[in-house]
C-alpha cells in the first residue's frame, strides 16, 4: 500500500535482514505501531502485532513488556506519533528506558492525510498546511531521544542501507530503550510540493543533506542537527547501559 | 496474600484494591488524581507482593493504553481514575471496544464539569460511561454504592470483561471510594478466566461461535495475530468492505445485548410499592434510610447501569403509581428510567436531582416523596 518512490520498503527490507541476522523468535516478538503510513508496516509482517490509535504505540508498547519480560517489543512509527500526538509518550519511555525497540521513519510529512506539516517539516517548507513556507522549525528526535535517556540512538537516511541495518541489529539487541530514526523519502505529500516531485530526486535531496557525524565533528559541530541548521546529521549518537525499567540488575 | 474468609474494616478505594486482586488483577496502569488515588497507591503496594505489576504512567491516556497492551499478553488488567482522566480515556475504551481487549475502569465520579469539585461527590459521567467514545461500541458499566460494592463489584467486573472482552466501567464516586465501612468476604468467590487459544490464528483470530465472542489469542503463545483498530475480518487485518464492517459493528454490540440477563442485575426492596426509588452509588445509603418503617416505599438499587436493565427497572417498578429517581446530576440515570416507565404504561417518572457536592439526605428523599420538588 505504499506509493511509488516512499523510502518504507527499504525500512523493511533492512529490517527483515537485521531481526534474521540477530535471530530473535518471531513467535515472541510482538510488533506494535500506531497511525500513519510507517505504522501500516507491522500488517505485513507474520507476528503478533498490533495497531494502535495515533500516537500511544509506545504506551502500549510498555504495557506489553512490562506484563510478559519474555516478549521481544518493536515498535514502527512516524514522525506524527512520535514528535506530535506522541511526543509525551516518547520522551517518557526513553526516559522510563522500557526494553522496546522504536523505529521511526521519518519522512518530514503526514502521508497518509495527504501532506500536512508534521513537526519534523523543515523550516520555510511547504505543504497543505504551510502554503506560505513552514514558519516553525522542526523537532529533533534523536536529540530527544538522546536527552530523555535511551539507551540506544541512532539516525540514518534509507540511503544508507548497510549503516541502518547495523544499527537496527544494535537496537534490537540493545536491552533498554533504543531508537533509530530513518529520514526516509515521501515524493507524493513531501517532494511534490517541495520541487522535487520524482523519488530521484527526494533521494539526492537526502545525499545533499545528510551530513556523518564524524565529519560534522570534523567541522567542530557535534550536535544531531535536524535541519535546523540546514543539514540531517547521521550516525549512531549514543549507546549506553543504564538498568532497563522493571529489570534491576 | 489475598484476602481470605471473613469480615473487614476498609475505605471503599481499599475494598476496590482488595476485590482487584481477588479477581486476579496482573497489572495496574494509572495516574494519580483525586478520588481515585487511593486505588493507585494501594495497588503500588499490594501488586508486587502478588507477583504483579505497577506502573504509573506519564498520564491517563497512556495508562489505559499500557493496560490494553498488558492485556494481550494475557493479563487481568485495570486503571482508576476520574472525570477529568476518564475524559482522556474515551477514545481507548472504543479502541478496547473494537478491538475486544478485557479491560476493567474504575470511575471515581466527581463533580463535573472540567476540573469542577474534585474532592467532592458527583455522579455525571453516566452517559459519558455509555458513550463517551465515538461510533457504535458495546460498554459495560458498573455501579458501587457501598464498600461492600466496591470489593464485589470489582470482582463482577473484571468477571464480565473476561468473559465478554468487552471494556467494563466500574462507576463509583468520590463519597463511595472514601467511605469506610466493613466488608465481608465469603468462603468462594466466582472468579472467571478468559478463553483464551494459542494456536496460529492469522486467518480466523476473531473467528467467534454462538455466544459471539471470540477466543483470545494470547501475544507470545504462537498465534500470531493481528490487532487493529480499523474495521476488520475474523482474521483480524483491515477491511473498509461494507458488509464486514457491519456485521463487526453489530456483533460487538449483540455480545452484550444477548447476554443482558447474564449482565443486569438490580436489587429491590420492597418490589409492588406504590413509590419506587430508583438511585445508584453514594445516594444509596441514604434512600435505604428514608424508606425505612415506610411500608409505602420501595427501593430499586442498580448495580449494573450499562447495557441499562430495562426488564428488571420495569418489574420492579410495575406496581408503582410513583417512580423517583435519585441521583446526583441533572438526570442521566433519569432519561432511562423514564423510558421504561413509558414503555410499561404511561408512567411518570420524577427526578430528585442535586448537585454541589454534598450528599443527597434521607430527610430530602422523604420530603421529596411526600411533598414533592
Given at each position: 500500500?505504499?506509493?511509488?518512490?516512499?523510502?518504507?520498503?527499504?525500512?523493511?527490507?533492512?529490517?527483515?535482514?537485521?531481526?534474521?541476522?540477530?535471530?530473535?523468535?518471531?513467535?515472541?516478538?510482538?510488533?506494535?505501531?500506531?497511525?500513519?503510513?510507517?505504522?501500516?508496516?507491522?500488517?505485513?509482517?507474520?507476528?503478533?502485532?498490533?495497531?494502535?490509535?495515533?500516537?500511544?504505540?509506545?504506551?502500549?508498547?510498555?504495557?506489553?513488556?512490562?506484563?510478559?519480560?519474555?516478549?521481544?517489543?518493536?515498535?514502527?512509527?512516524?514522525?506524527?506519533?512520535?514528535?506530535?500526538?506522541?511526543?509525551?509518550?516518547?520522551?517518557?519511555?526513553?526516559?522510563?528506558?522500557?526494553?522496546?525497540?522504536?523505529?521511526?521513519?521519518?519522512?518530514?510529512?503526514?502521508?497518509?492525510?495527504?501532506?500536512?506539516?508534521?513537526?519534523?517539516?523543515?523550516?520555510?517548507?511547504?505543504?497543505?498546511?504551510?502554503?506560505?513556507?513552514?514558519?516553525?522549525?522542526?523537532?529533533?528526535?534523536?536529540?530527544?531521544?538522546?536527552?530523555?535517556?535511551?539507551?540506544?540512538?541512532?539516525?540514518?537516511?534509507?540511503?544508507?542501507?548497510?549503516?541502518?541495518?547495523?544499527?537496527?541489529?544494535?537496537?534490537?539487541?540493545?536491552?533498554?530503550?533504543?531508537?533509530?530514526?530513518?529520514?526516509?523519502?515521501?515524493?507524493?505529500?513531501?517532494?511534490?510540493?517541495?520541487?522535487?516531485?520524482?523519488?530521484?530526486?527526494?533521494?539526492?535531496?537526502?545525499?545533499?543533506?545528510?551530513?556523518?557525524?564524524?565529519?560534522?565533528?570534523?567541522?567542530?559541530?557535534?550536535?544531531?542537527?535536524?535541519?535546523?541548521?540546514?543539514?540531517?546529521?547521521?550516525?549512531?549518537?549514543?549507546?549506553?547501559?543504564?538498568?532497563?525499567?522493571?529489570?534491576?540488575? | 496474600m489475598r484476602l481470605s474468609q471473613g469480615t473487614y474494616f476498609m475505605q471503599g478505594n481499599e475494598a476496590c484494591v482488595e476485590g482487584a486482586i481477588m479477581a486476579g488483577l496482573r497489572f495496574y496502569a494509572g495516574?494519580p488524581i483525586t478520588p481515585s488515588t487511593e486505588i493507585a497507591e494501594g495497588l503500588a503496594l499490594r501488586l508486587p507482593e502478588e507477583g504483579g505489576v505497577f506502573i504509573q504512567?506519564?498520564?491517563?491516556?497512556?495508562s489505559?493504553?499500557?493496560a490494553?497492551?498488558?492485556?494481550?499478553?494475557?493479563a487481568k488488567v485495570m486503571t482508576a481514575t476520574s472525570?477529568?482522566?476518564?475524559?482522556?480515556?474515551?477514545?481507548?475504551?472504543?479502541?478496547?471496544?473494537?478491538?475486544?481487549?478485557p479491560l476493567v475502569i474504575v470511575d471515581a465520579m466527581r463533580?463535573?464539569?472540567?476540573?469542577?469539585?474534585?474532592t467532592m461527590v458527583?455522579q455525571?459521567?453516566?452517559?459519558?460511561?455509555?458513550?463517551?467514545?465515538?461510533?457504535?461500541?458495546?460498554?459495560i458499566a458498573l455501579a458501587a454504592s457501598t464498600v461492600q460494592d466496591m470489593f464485589d463489584q470489582t470482582i463482577r467486573a473484571f468477571n464480565l470483561s473476561e468473559k465478554?472482552?468487552?471494556?467494563t466501567i466500574l462507576l463509583s464516586d468520590a463519597e463511595v471510594g472514601h467511605m469506610r465501612g466493613r466488608f465481608s468476604v465469603p468462603s468462594k468467590v466466582e472468579i472467571v478466566e478468559?478463553?483464551?487459544?494459542?494456536?496460529?490464528?492469522?486467518?480466523?483470530?476473531?473467528?467467534?461461535?454462538?455466544?459471539?465472542?471470540?477466543?483470545?489469542?494470547?501475544?507470545?503463545?504462537?498465534?500470531?495475530?493481528?490487532?487493529?483498530?480499523?474495521?476488520?475480518?475474523?482474521?483480524?487485518?483491515?477491511?473498509?468492505?461494507?458488509?464486514?464492517?457491519?456485521?463487526?459493528?453489530?456483533?460487538?454490540?449483540?455480545?452484550?445485548?444477548?447476554?443482558?440477563?447474564?449482565i443486569?442485575r438490580v436489587d429491590t426492596t420492597?418490589?409492588?410499592?406504590?413509590?419506587?426509588?430508583?438511585t445508584f452509588g453514594s445516594p444509596t445509603l441514604a434512600a435505604r434510610e428514608?424508606i425505612k418503617?415506610?411500608?409505602?416505599?420501595?427501593l430499586?438499587e442498580l448495580k449494573t447501569i450499562?447495557?441499562?436493565?430495562?426488564?428488571?427497572?420495569?418489574?420492579?417498578?410495575?406496581?408503582?403509581?410513583?417512580?423517583?429517581?435519585?441521583?446526583m446530576?441533572?438526570?442521566?440515570?433519569?432519561?432511562?428510567?423514564?423510558?421504561?416507565?413509558?414503555?410499561?404504561?404511561?408512567?411518570?417518572?420524577?427526578?430528585?436531582?442535586?448537585?454541589?457536592?454534598?450528599v443527597t439526605?434521607p430527610?430530602?428523599?422523604?420530603?421529596?416523596?411526600?411533598?414533592?420538588?
Amino acid at each position: 500500500m505504499f506509493c511509488p518512490g516512499c523510502g518504507i520498503g527499504t525500512v523493511m527490507n533492512c529490517f527483515y535482514r537485521a531481526f534474521a541476522e540477530v535471530g530473535m523468535n518471531q513467535d515472541k516478538t510482538v510488533f506494535v505501531s500506531g497511525i500513519g503510513c510507517s505504522s501500516r508496516i507491522i500488517g505485513y509482517i507474520r507476528a503478533d502485532s498490533i495497531h494502535t490509535t495515533h500516537g500511544r504505540a509506545l504506551a502500549v508498547a510498555t504495557g506489553i513488556k512490562l506484563a510478559n519480560p519474555d516478549l521481544n517489543v518493536v515498535v514502527f512509527s512516524g514522525d506524527g506519533d512520535i514528535g506530535a500526538i506522541g511526543g509525551n509518550h516518547f520522551i517518557n519511555a526513553a526516559r522510563r528506558n522500557v526494553d522496546i525497540s522504536v523505529f521511526c521513519i521519518n519522512n518530514f510529512i503526514y502521508g497518509m492525510t495527504g501532506g500536512q506539516a508534521s513537526t519534523t517539516t523543515p523550516h520555510k517548507s511547504y505543504s497543505t498546511t504551510t502554503p506560505y513556507g513552514n514558519a516553525e522549525y522542526p523537532f529533533d528526535l534523536s536529540e530527544l531521544a538522546v536527552t530523555a535517556g535511551a539507551n540506544f540512538v541512532a539516525r540514518w537516511t534509507v540511503r544508507n542501507v548497510k549503516e541502518l541495518t547495523m544499527s537496527m541489529q544494535k537496537a534490537l539487541n540493545k536491552r533498554g530503550f533504543s531508537f533509530v530514526e530513518i529520514a526516509s523519502p515521501c515524493p507524493t505529500s513531501f517532494g511534490r510540493r517541495n520541487r522535487m516531485p520524482e523519488p530521484k530526486q527526494m533521494f539526492e535531496w537526502l545525499k545533499i543533506i545528510s551530513v556523518k557525524r564524524e565529519k560534522s565533528k570534523a567541522w567542530g559541530l557535534d550536535q544531531l542537527d535536524l535541519n535546523i541548521g540546514g543539514q540531517i546529521t547521521i550516525g549512531e549518537f549514543v549507546e549506553r547501559n543504564r538498568a532497563p525499567f522493571g529489570m534491576i540488575p | 496474600m489475598r484476602l481470605s474468609q471473613g469480615t473487614y474494616f476498609m475505605q471503599g478505594n481499599e475494598a476496590c484494591v482488595e476485590g482487584a486482586i481477588m479477581a486476579g488483577l496482573r497489572f495496574y496502569a494509572g495516574y494519580p488524581i483525586t478520588p481515585s488515588t487511593e486505588i493507585a497507591e494501594g495497588l503500588a503496594l499490594r501488586l508486587p507482593e502478588e507477583g504483579g505489576v505497577f506502573i504509573q504512567m506519564e498520564d491517563e491516556i497512556a495508562s489505559i493504553s499500557a493496560a490494553i497492551g498488558a492485556s494481550w499478553t494475557g493479563a487481568k488488567v485495570m486503571t482508576a481514575t476520574s472525570g477529568p482522566g476518564f475524559s482522556l480515556m474515551q477514545e481507548s475504551i472504543g479502541y478496547a471496544a473494537m478491538t475486544e481487549t478485557p479491560l476493567v475502569i474504575v470511575d471515581a465520579m466527581r463533580g463535573g464539569p472540567s476540573t469542577g469539585l474534585p474532592t467532592m461527590v458527583g455522579q455525571g459521567d453516566v452517559m459519558q460511561a455509555r458513550y463517551g467514545s465515538h461510533g457504535d461500541y458495546p460498554v459495560i458499566a458498573l455501579a458501587a454504592s457501598t464498600v461492600q460494592d466496591m470489593f464485589d463489584q470489582t470482582i463482577r467486573a473484571f468477571n464480565l470483561s473476561e468473559k465478554y472482552r468487552v471494556p467494563t466501567i466500574l462507576l463509583s464516586d468520590a463519597e463511595v471510594g472514601h467511605m469506610r465501612g466493613r466488608f465481608s468476604v465469603p468462603s468462594k468467590v466466582e472468579i472467571v478466566e478468559r478463553r483464551i487459544r494459542t494456536d496460529r490464528v492469522w486467518h480466523d483470530g476473531f473467528a467467534y461461535d454462538e455466544s459471539l465472542v471470540p477466543r483470545f489469542p494470547v501475544f507470545g503463545s504462537g498465534s500470531r495475530v493481528h490487532v487493529t483498530g480499523l474495521s476488520h475480518d475474523i482474521a483480524g487485518y483491515p477491511r473498509s468492505d461494507f458488509e464486514v464492517h457491519e456485521e463487526l459493528v453489530h456483533r460487538l454490540s449483540d455480545k452484550v445485548t444477548i447476554h443482558k440477563d447474564d449482565i443486569c442485575r438490580v436489587d429491590t426492596t420492597r418490589p409492588g410499592a406504590s413509590v419506587m426509588i430508583v438511585t445508584f452509588g453514594s445516594p444509596t445509603l441514604a434512600a435505604r434510610e428514608a424508606i425505612k418503617g415506610r411500608e409505602d416505599v420501595g427501593l430499586v438499587e442498580l448495580k449494573t447501569i450499562w447495557p441499562f436493565p430495562d426488564e428488571q427497572v420495569a418489574n420492579s417498578i410495575a406496581g408503582a403509581t410513583d417512580v423517583i429517581v435519585v441521583e446526583m446530576n441533572l438526570g442521566q440515570v433519569f432519561r432511562e428510567v423514564e423510558r421504561v416507565a413509558c414503555a410499561i404504561g404511561g408512567r411518570k417518572a420524577r427526578l430528585l436531582s442535586k448537585v454541589g457536592g454534598e450528599v443527597t439526605t434521607p430527610e430530602e428523599i422523604l420530603h421529596f416523596v411526600d411533598r414533592g420538588a
